[in-house]
């Protein structure tokens, strides 16, 4: 991270301090206010500018009950955040030649098959579909599982049985026809990805995604090791301790950790966007993330695209945790806030806009 100038200083202590002239509904209350009026333990920052972090900030707890604070190493459950990651994982292995992303995903599955039906006769279901929730597929998305439970396979939560808590995933709409998000079919995705790995897939995404963005804190173990544990910040519900939840759905809601490692990834994708040497995505992959298909909706291959075409965004809601991670796709600046409370999303939308406030960021309209 590189140090901060005076001018960092001068814009870190306006988004702390809010305005009292706004007429934002949370936009006269500093940060510790906000976070008291929204009953959420703590939230956490970092911001990206000309491709690089600038600054990081941690306000309030990170475990209420023992009254820690939460650290910049402290790491928070990213809900469909997870979503991006993982498809980036996918990009790489079709740069890799394991498979093409219109290549029907029934050939590259072993394991499990997604039903055929009337719906997929004259259009069979791809990566590419799956990765921008075009492929028909059910399952909005994942409650989770409490973690003294039993938690059930991948195949058993794509299938609906077992100890699923989720119906099955099929295909109801003809492939490639309408935009409907699935975290089912990136469930789908994720099972492929292991099945022509034949690894596990949080191995698969530490050694092609995690740890070439050096993504140090970042884990898609589920359930979250013991040893992880003192860095994770405890879920809150109305301002109350509430259990993790565990997520087998890994690359739809599974992945811990901290907004400096989501910066560090997004900063992977927006300088494979700039066609930059040894980026970890040819451009034109990188530009199939950020790119809404022509089927219609905002997303791409992974990222939805916000601004009128100039900022490429995701949003993660778990159990507990609610996070928000924003870029400009040319101009090298973007946020990632993390929080650990269920109204968390009145945090991050807030201090979106004082970020975007305090640096100038470009404007969709006028």
Request: charged share 20%; glycine share 10%.
């Amino acid at each position: 991270m590189c140090a901060q100038s005076r001018d960092h200083e001068k814009a870190i202590r306006t988004i702390e301090a809010g305005d009292k002239k706004s007429d934002r509904e949370d936009g006269g209350f500093s940060i510790d206010e906000l976070l008291k009026r929204r009953r959420v333990p703590g939230v956490s920052i970092a911001v990206i500018e000309n491709f690089e972090i600038v600054w990081t900030r941690e306000y309030g707890l990170a475990i209420t009950k023992d009254n820690i604070n939460i650290t910049p190493t402290t790491t928070f459950q990213a809900g469909s955040i997870s979503k991006p990651v993982s498809a980036m994982a996918a990009l790489i292995a079709v740069q890799q030649g394991k498979f093409d992303l219109d290549d029907p995903v029934n050939g590259i599955l072993k394991s499990w098959q997604l039903p055929e039906n009337k719906h997929t006769a004259k259009r069979a279901v791809t990566p590419r579909m799956l990765l921008s929730h075009t492929g028909g597929t059910t399952v909005h998305g994942f409650g989770g599982y409490k973690p003294q439970g039993k938690i059930p396979s991948l195949p058993e939560i794509l299938s609906g049985t077992g100890s699923a808590n989720s119906s099955a995933v099929k295909v109801n709409i003809e492939p490639f026809t309408k935009w409907r998000y699935s975290g089912g079919g990136t469930s789908v995705m994720q099972l492929a990805m292991e099945d022509i790995h034949r690894e596990e897939f949080e191995v698969i995404l530490a050694r092609t995604v995690l740890e070439p963005c050096a993504m140090t804190n970042s884990t898609f173990v589920q359930p979250l090791q013991i040893s992880d544990a003192p860095n994770a910040a405890h879920a809150h519900g109305g301002g109350s301790r509430v259990p993790w939840h565990v997520y087998p759905e890994q690359a739809a809601a599974g992945l811990w950790t901290t907004p400096t490692d989501l910066a560090k990834f997004t900063i992977a994708v927006q300088k494979s966007l700039r066609g930059d040497k040894d980026s970890i995505l040819p451009q034109d992959m990188a530009l199939a993330m950020v790119t809404p298909t022509k089927v219609g909706g905002d997303y791409g291959l992974g990222f939805s695209e916000n601004g009128k075409g100039l900022y490429f965004m995701h949003g993660g809601v778990d159990w507990g945790f609610v996070s928000l991670l924003l870029a400009h796709k040319t101009k090298g600046y973007g946020v990632a806030i993390m929080t650990n409370g269920k109204s968390g999303g009145h945090i991050t939308s807030e201090l979106l806009m004082r970020v975007a406030d305090a640096y100038n960021w470009e404007r969709s309209t006028p």
